[in-house]
């Protein structure tokens, strides 16, 4: 049984003619009667009969129409439930990120939502979140959009890009990686370095699939030399810390980086590879016709542009 054919048995009761329904619905007459005898074929007993040129509705055929107006009565309910979801200001939002923009951009999100909660009145209303950190490849980003509303996720700029059947993107950031060095360093004297400069630095990098271990492998092939690489970390702060220590280099995105550099760390541009890393927030399409969402959304561009505003 479809909505639309107990709809149509429906008003055969109430209206007494296959023209008067298919008036009211829209449609041809024969539409109508090519629908109601589908229905017929799904049940076993009569639904109609004819009286006289009139097609009227058999004792089962009533109770049917009444059961489909409690169908199209709860399918009504349930439209207008999930509009009223779409279009609330303060659902739940969940939100994940990479672990340095989670660093970076959780706090002050809060806090802006946070803020917009207490100027906009009671009835104004914001949405309500639930963050979480997922440390993983760039391969597996579009995978987390099942689980989280919003997924922050990065990738390479000459990488492939997302998968546009399997997730929405909305551009946040181009954010470069730029070489950490400990202030001291004869390197920290120079405004921009090359690969040539630093491939021969002991190093502090990431591990594979992540996007501090694909620029050194960039530096690698421009340079034509193999970097002694002592340390394999994703946590920037360690790295940051590492750096500040002496004993090897590393790479630090620019903008993510800044609420974890360590004193005694300063980032220098690499120029002659690559090094730029795409901020994209990842969602299925129908998540984001949710106004809270859309809210986040906005509010997390409004605090990456901040916070690139002040690298």
Known sequence: MEVHQLQMLRELGDLGSVKAV????????????????LLQKSVDVPLTRK????????????????????????LADAQAAIG??????????????FHSAGQALFAPLAALLLATAGSSGPEGGVPRLKLADEDVAQEDFPGLAARYDLVLAHRMENSPEWPADKVAVIPLADEPLDVALPAGHPLAA????????????????????????????????VSGRPAEVLHRINDYSTVASLVAAGGAI??????????VLAAGVVLRPLTGVN??????????PETLKRKSVMTVCESLRTVMTELAGAA
């Open 250 to 259: 590393g790479l630090l995105p620019r903008f993510t980086a800044q609420r």
């Open 190 to 221: 120079r405004r921009e370095l090359r690969p040539a400069d630093v491939v021969g630095q002991p190093w502090v990098t990431s591990r594979g699939g992540y996007s501090p271990a694909d620029v050194l492998a960039a530096v690698v092939a």
């Open 22 to 37: 298919a008036e009211t619905l829209m449609v041809t007459p024969s539409a109508v009667s090519q629908q109601l005898a």
């Open 275 to 284: 090094s730029v890393r795409k901020i994209d927030i990842l969602a299925r």
């Open 51 to 74: 009286e006289g040129r009139a097609l009227v509705l058999t004792d089962a055929g009533r109770v049917l129409a009444d059961a489909g107006a409690a169908v199209v009565n709860a």
């Open 84 to 97: 009223a979801y779409h279009d609330s200001p303060d659902s739940t939002v969940t939100v994940s990120a």
